[in-house]
């Protein structure tokens, strides 16, 4: 389960994220992202019925990619709020290869640690 204080929940949050954050997408899921000024960064997961009908099918996805960013918390970076959204194709995914497009969103975002340029 992810940590409390990583759960992004007031709806007034998200609805700000949506406005003026920017965005990540891919096939599977998108993501969108917003700097906060906090020492950690929150997260919450968008399910719509379009993915699935079945609400035991959402909540499955969605905690699958929550799992995926508790197990990634220590390499992300701190100071941003960020909701995924999943897509209608995540239904005909396995539960492996949802983590997998949540991890290489999380890849092309400021949250994923760049490396570092070797110096000339």
């Known amino acids: ?69 508790r197990e990634l918390l220590p390499r992300l970076a701190p100071g941003y709020d960020v909701v995924f959204l999943v897509r209608p194709d995540a239904a005909k995914k396995t539960q492996t290869a949802i983590g997998e497009h949540a991890l290489q969103t999380l890849k092309r975002s400021p949250l994923w640690p760049r490396a570092a340029s070797p110096s000339s």
């Open 1 to 69: 389960m992810l940590p409390q204080a990583h759960r992004l929940r007031h709806e007034k949050d998200i609805k700000t994220l949506f406005a003026k954050g920017k965005g990540v997408f891919d096939v599977v899921c998108g993501m969108k992202y917003r700097r906060n000024d906090l020492p950690v960064s929150r997260f919450a997961v968008v399910v719509g019925s379009k993915v699935s009908k079945s609400a035991v099918k959402r909540n499955v996805i969605r905690r699958k990619i929550r799992e995926t960013v």
